[in-house]
C-alpha cells in the first residue's frame, strides 16, 4: 500500500475531498429534480440581484453539476407554465424573471430558510378543514401541497400547523394551480391550547407528524455536510474554487430547503429530547457564511441579464444569515 506523505503545504484537491465528495454524489444520481434545483438558485442568488436572469447564464451555472441544457430548458418552461417565472424578451435572448407570486413564496421561504430559530409560538394551532367534495385526485394534490408547507394531518379532512400564515399558505395553493379547491377548504384558528378544553398538545403531535422520519433526514443532512465544515474550519478554503463554493453552497441551501419545507417547526416544548433540528440550522448557517465570499464571487463573473449587463446585488436581500445573529457560532 502506498504511503501518503503531508507536509505543510496539502495538494490543492485534499482540502477539498469532502467537498468533491458531495458534489460527486449529486452528479451521480439517476434522476434529478431539476426545477426544484432552480428554484433554490433563483431564491438564494437570483432573488438578491433582481430576481432576473438571463437562460444562458443559468445553464452555464448549472452545467458543472451536470445538468444538460435540454433538462434546465426544460425545467424552466415549466417553471414559466407554474407562474412561477415569466419571460421579457430583449432583443434575441430572453430573461427569465420572477412573477409577483413567485416572489413572494421565495419571500416566505427566506423567513424560515434563513432565520436564526424557529417561529415563536402563540399557543394557537392554524387549521385548515376540509369541509366540501373534493374528486380524489384533487384531495391528493392538496394534502401534498400542505404537507409540503409543513402541515400534518388528523384523519383525511384535518390539517394543522403551529404557526403558518394562512393567507400565504392559500396563494401557494392557487400558484400550485389549486385555486378550485379552496371552496372546499376551511382555514382558521383553533382556541388558545392552555384552554382547559384543548386536546393535548403532545398527543395533537404525536398523531399529526412522523417526527421520527423527520429526524432521520436531519441527521443524515448532518452526516453530509459536518465533515466539510470541519474540513473548512481546518483549512479555511485555501483550496477551494470559487465555483465549488457555490455549488457548494446551492446543495447546502438545496437540501436544507427541502428539509424545512416539511418541517412545522414546533416550539422546543412540544419536540423531543435530543432533536437534531437545530444542530442542522446552525451547521447550516455556519458553512453557509465561511462559502458566501468565494461563492459570490464566482456569481459576479457568471451571472449576466440577456442584455450582457451583471446584475447589481440588492444589499437589503443580499445579506443572508447576518453575521451578528446570537445563534450562529
Not at 147 to 157: E, I
Not at 167 to 194: C, K, Q
Not at 243 to 258: P, S
Not at 309 to 325: G, I, K, M, V, Y
Request: glycine share 6%; with cysteine; net charge neutral.
Amino acid at each position: 500500500m502506498p504511503v501518503l506523505f503531508l507536509n505543510a503545504k496539502a495538494p490543492a484537491n485534499l482540502v477539498s475531498n469532502a467537498i468533491q465528495s458531495r458534489l460527486n454524489e449529486f452528479r451521480q444520481q439517476r434522476r434529478v429534480q431539476a426545477g426544484s434545483l432552480i428554484i433554490t438558485v433563483f431564491g438564494d442568488a437570483i432573488l438578491p440581484r433582481g430576481g432576473r436572469v438571463w437562460l444562458g447564464s443559468l445553464i452555464r451555472l448549472l452545467e458543472p453539476l451536470e445538468l444538460n441544457e435540454r433538462l434546465i430548458r426544460t425545467s424552466v418552461f415549466r417553471l414559466v407554465k407554474e407562474e412561477w417565472l415569466r419571460t421579457e424578451t430583449i432583443g434575441r435572448r430572453a430573461d427569465y424573471v420572477l412573477t409577483p407570486s413567485g416572489r413572494r413564496r421565495f419571500d416566505e421561504a427566506a423567513k424560515h430558510i434563513y432565520a436564526s430559530h424557529a417561529p415563536l409560538w402563540d399557543r394557537r394551532w392554524r387549521l385548515i378543514l376540509v369541509v366540501g367534495e373534493l374528486d380524489p385526485k384533487v384531495r391528493e394534490q392538496v394534502r401534498r401541497a400542505l404537507f409540503w408547507q409543513g402541515f400534518g394531518a388528523l384523519g383525511a379532512d384535518c390539517y394543522v400547523h403551529p404557526s403558518a400564515d394562512l393567507s400565504s399558505v392559500l396563494d401557494t395553493l392557487i400558484t400550485e394551480g389549486l385555486a378550485s379547491a379552496l371552496g372546499a377548504l376551511m382555514p382558521l384558528f383553533a382556541a388558545d391550547s392552555r384552554s382547559a378544553q384543548s386536546a393535548s398538545d403532545a398527543d395533537l403531535v404525536r398523531r399529526a407528524w412522523d417526527l421520527g422520519a423527520l429526524a432521520d433526514a436531519y441527521r443524515d443532512f448532518v452526516v453530509t455536510y459536518q465533515p466539510i465544515l470541519d474540513d473548512i474550519r481546518r483549512d479555511h478554503l485555501a483550496n477551494v474554487s470559487e465555483q465549488d463554493a457555490f455549488l457548494l453552497r446551492t446543495l447546502l441551501i438545496h437540501d436544507y430547503r427541502r428539509l424545512l419545507l416539511r418541517d412545522p417547526e414546533l416550539p422546543e416544548v412540544l419536540l423531543p429530547a435530543g432533536w437534531p433540528g437545530q444542530q442542522a440550522r446552525l451547521l447550516c448557517k455556519e458553512l453557509y457564511k465561511r462559502l458566501e465570499t468565494l461563492s459570490n464571487r464566482h456569481l459576479e463573473q457568471q451571472l449576466c441579464l440577456a442584455d450582457g449587463s451583471t446584475p447589481a446585488e440588492d444589499s437589503r436581500l443580499a445579506e443572508r444569515f447576518p453575521q451578528n445573529d446570537p445563534l450562529l457560532p
